[in-house]
């Protein structure tokens, strides 16, 4: 049978680091389904250098949505219609025969349609108004997790999500062979020994354990264990606070890595401890074994699919709420994962080598 699919497909995708990531198999798979497509990706930075070097990928479109977001939040329609006028005009001149929409925001769907294409596609999720955009809508399975939930929009096309193999897509430039290398001997870091890289905040505030419980789970790692903290530069005055709380050293370099910089010393990292956020993601598709905390999200909906990663969920009744903010003033979920936990998690890990 010939195969009609559309030759010029656009993946509609904008943020952030964590789901970007767990929308890279839409690519992988819709390149087994249709590999002479012209496959187009729109993104919002950050997150578009994780698509950079994605070969499933024929073009990164870029559109920065953040002055859209803010012309919205001051009520300024002038700047936000500008804004829009800007995705429109890059959207149309491509032409584009089918989009798949796998952000299924309000957004997402305004951009879909201003895209000119005739056929579009969404997913069903929590977000209202999304399907008013769309030509179709995606089967609505019964599986929570994101990928899948992602890969659904597939389906109209002929996916089989049975034959699917979990993975992401993240793919180093040239430019950093080696980075990893320099950058721990530069820091006095011994690559013949363990090292465990710490990353303790989030986007989400409900989803943040507290600072001083991973100095305290650190503090009972055996002393050729070498404790490393990443992060943003604003994660340095809580990564202080945990570090007051060892018995032994840990090292920080929050602020000092790009996304892909990062990405490359977790290649090289034996584990990386952290809540549901975006070096989790990162991790993930990169290769490096974790430990993930989890209080109101879960793994069955965000964590990783693929082997090699452990998980310390919340015993405590107010968990997988997927509020931002505790609607209880408590974060009681995540204050309910004990440093004792964490501490004889990451020994078994380690141990096993």
């Known amino acids: 049978m010939e195969n009609k699919l559309p030759q010029k497909i656009l993946i509609l995708r904008l943020s952030a680091i964590g789901d970007v990531l767990h929308a890279t198999p839409v690519a992988r798979e819709l390149k087994k389904l249709q590999p002479n497509a012209h496959i187009t990706w729109l993104v919002s930075p950050p997150a578009d250098k994780l698509l950079a070097e994605n070969p499933h990928i024929d073009e990164v479109l870029v559109w920065d949505r953040r ?12 700047a936000a219609f500008r804004e829009l006028k800007k995705a429109r005009a890059l959207l149309k001149a491509r032409h584009f025969d089918l989009v798949l929409d796998i952000q299924g925001l309000f957004l997402t769907g305004i951009l879909a349609r201003l895209s000119g294409a ?20 995606a089967p609505n399975i019964e599986s929570s997790h994101k990928v899948h939930r992602y890969l659904s929009a597939l389906m109209p096309l002929g996916f089989d999500l049975t034959t699917f193999k979990p993975g992401l897509t993240l793919n180093l430039p040239e430019s950093l062979q080696g980075f990893a290398q320099d950058f721990w001997q530069a820091h006095g870091i011994d690559q013949q020994q363990p ?6 905040r989030t986007t989400w505030p409900d989803k943040n354990w507290e600072p001083e419980n991973f100095g305290k789970a650190l503090s009972s790692l055996p002393p050729h264990v070498q404790v490393v903290f990443c992060g943003s530069p604003g994660d340095e005055v809580f990564i202080k ?17 790009s996304l892909l910089e990062l990405a490359a010393l977790l290649k090289t990292a034996d584990l990386l401890l952290s809540c549901d956020t975006g070096p989790l993601h990162i991790a993930d598709a990169i290769g490096c074994r974790t430990l993930s905390l989890w209080g109101p999200t879960q793994p069955d909906v965000y964590g990783p699919l693929t082997t090699g990663h452990e998980f310390v969920i919340s015993p405590h009744d107010c968990r997988r709420c997927l509020k931002t903010k505790c609607q209880y003033k408590t974060n009681a979920c995540m204050k309910a994962i004990t440093p004792e936990m964490v501490a004889v998690k990451l020994k078994d890990i380690l141990d096993k080598g």
Not at 118 to 137: A, D, T, V, Y
Request: hydrophobic share 40%; net charge positive.
């Open 195 to 200: 090292i465990l890289m710490v990353t303790i």
């Open 67 to 78: 002055p859209l977001d803010k012309a919205f939040a001051s009520w300024n329609l002038p």
């Open 118 to 137: 005739k056929r579009r596609i969404g997913i069903h999720e929590r977000h209202e108004g999304n399907p008013l955009f769309m030509s179709e809508m």
């Open 241 to 257: 606070e945990a570090q007051a709380k060892m018995n032994r050293p840990g090292l920080s370099i929050a602020g000092q890595t």
